[in-house]
């Protein structure tokens, strides 16, 4: 399926607002400057709720509907980023407060599209661990004691109210918000 023509990658997320995507993308262009790191930069800052996967462009109408079809009764959701954190060496990220209504979100609405569109979309296998990248997947090992050095002493405190969830999809190797759900 990857690299056929009629496929293309797309994702559901939690987008930061612009102030703080703004603020995120500085934290970015850091790495990029200081390390060449370029893949975070495709995306603006967001929460992963449903990871990337291909599907059939003919059919991203359905994504479409499926999306605005949800339904979450614990929407408008508080978010806090609170820290710089990292995953082994290859990945720094903003870390949340924890969130229980967000884990609700992130499970139900995998549990919505596994549904609506089985094997296209895979179950995760790995805990929710909800964050903002940084810096991921071209992150050298001989940089990532540098860069974390920099970031575990930078203090990075955030907040807002999350009331919309996004479908981003990946057109000319930057990844762009297609479609959106909003709640009251």
């Not at 929710?128 to 997947?137: K, Y």
Request: with cysteine; aromatic share 14%.
């Amino acid at each position: 399926m990857a690299g056929r023509p009629s496929h293309k990658m797309y994702f559901i997320a939690i987008v930061c607002p612009d102030a703080i995507n703004e603020k995120v993308l500085q934290c970015k262009l850091w790495m990029q400057q200081q390390f060449g790191c370029k893949a975070a930069l495709k995306s603006p800052a967001h929460i992963t709720l449903v990871a990337p996967f291909y599907f059939d462009i003919t059919r991203e109408p359905e994504l479409i509907i499926a999306l605005k079809n949800f339904e979450h009764n614990h929407l408008p959701l508080p978010v806090q980023l609170k820290e710089f954190a990292h995953f082994g060496k290859r990945v720094i990220f903003i870390q949340l407060n924890e969130n229980k209504e967000l884990g609700l979100l992130h499970l139900r609405i995998n549990n919505y599209f596994n549904l609506l569109f089985p094997g296209a979309i895979k179950k995760e296998s790995r805990p929710f661990h909800p964050h903002v990248t940084i810096a991921n997947r071209d992150v050298k090992p001989s940089a990532f004691e540098k860069a974390w050095e920099y970031f575990s002493k930078r203090k990075f405190e955030e907040s807002f109210t999350s009331n919309t969830i996004s479908l981003l999809k990946l057109v000319d190797d930057k990844w762009h918000v297609i479609a959106q759900k909003y709640w009251p």
